[in-house]
């Protein structure tokens, strides 16, 4: 999705709709304030754009409203698009509620979360069903956060919003998240680790070399797996798979192909460091119990990633309407139907 510019302004509570969320216009130029800073400013259409021209979407110009196409925020349009791409459902994700919260007041954190909540399942109720709402939580306070994805599963909310990141210096199998992973394990809801951009530093693995400028090809292929690798790898060797053994995990907007590697590249380590670390099982076998991948749409290792991770654990998105997402679905992704079957046994719950 990307998100009305007067969400927050129509959805918050009253006592935080001064702070709210929201695009204003300072001398001539576009500024994205949260918690009362700017946190993007100029490029905002590149927040979105796939329907747009790449090299207008990275210079200032081009306003937020213009990268937004309407089956991005419209549910008639929503629907109009996912009958002309042939799509039966759609699990969406936000744009701006993934962006940091430059705020120490959780409240207000809490507040974002639960406006765009509350936006998110008005959106899915005008789509009849057919857009899926994944939830977003503020993980910087655990008993609001479990507390607001209860109130989410119980408006049939699909997915939770996992950050593939560290939170407060904690890795997301700490212990101190365990709250939110039980109510996931309990409603058999799946977490969904999603590609986020952070402003200063991008994909922290590769934060010095973005800092050189190496260009959109570099960036945008390096940071979605430079994100995903560390946060999955330590949920598995954290033991969060053996605290929650039923919990599920879907790496999404990154891939399948890296997973039969990470699987190799873990075990062989394993197999060294074994007496070291309290796991259970191989980590390609956690892989492969509690993990999901979702494959770019012509990826081509869909074929080994169904053979090696499992022929029910690969899925498919599109990353519209994202700048390096797809404006027009065109050809359906080898084994559409395959794919199509594992979305909607894991999702539709």
């Not at 939170?167 to 939110?180: E, N, Q, Y």
Request: charged share 20%.
């Amino acid at each position: 999705m990307l998100e009305p510019a007067d969400l927050w302004q129509d959805y918050l509570e009253s006592k935080f709709k001064d702070r709210a969320i929201r695009i204003e216009v300072n001398e001539g130029v576009e500024q994205l304030i949260i918690g009362e800073q700017v946190v993007l400013q100029g490029v905002l259409a590149g927040l979105g754009g796939a329907h747009l021209d790449k090299k207008k979407l990275l210079v200032p110009g081009m306003t937020y409203a213009e990268g937004c196409p309407p089956a991005s925020y419209d549910p008639a349009a929503k629907i109009e698009q996912m009958n002309a791409w042939g799509l039966e459902h759609s699990l969406v994700f936000p744009t701006i509620c993934i962006l940091p919260f430059p705020t120490e007041d959780q409240e207000l954190a809490n507040a974002y979360c639960r406006a765009y909540n509350n936006w998110m399942h008005d959106f899915a109720t005008a789509c009849n069903g057919r857009v899926w709402p994944v939830a977003v939580l503020n993980w910087h306070d655990v008993d609001t956060a479990a507390n607001e994805l209860e109130r989410c599963i119980e408006r049939g909310f699909k997915a939770l919003f996992v950050p593939p990141e560290t939170v407060a210096a904690k890795r997301p199998g700490d212990t101190a998240f365990d709250p939110i992973w039980a109510r996931c394990q309990d409603a058999d809801l799946p977490g969904c680790l999603h590609v986020i951009v952070r402003f200063s530093g991008a994909a922290l693995p590769f934060a010095a070399w973005h800092a050189t400028s190496p260009g959109p090809i570099f960036s945008f292929g390096l940071g979605a797996t430079g994100q995903m690798i560390p946060a999955l790898t330590s949920m598995i060797t954290d033991g969060l798979f053996t605290r929650f053994p039923q919990l599920k995990i879907v790496s999404v907007e990154a891939g399948c192909g890296y997973a039969p590697y990470l699987m190799d590249r873990l075990d062989a380590k394993f197999e060294v460091f074994k007496e070291l670390v309290p796991l259970e099982k191989k980590p390609s076998e956690y892989v492969q119990s509690n993990c999901y991948f979702v494959a770019e749409p012509l990826e081509r290792t869909i074929d080994a990633a169904l053979e090696l991770v499992g022929p029910d654990r690969i899925m498919w998105g599109s990353d519209y309407p994202h700048i390096d997402g797809l404006a027009d679905l065109g050809e359906k992704p080898f084994h559409a139907q395959t794919l199509a079957d594992n979305a909607r046994r894991l999702f539709n719950r």
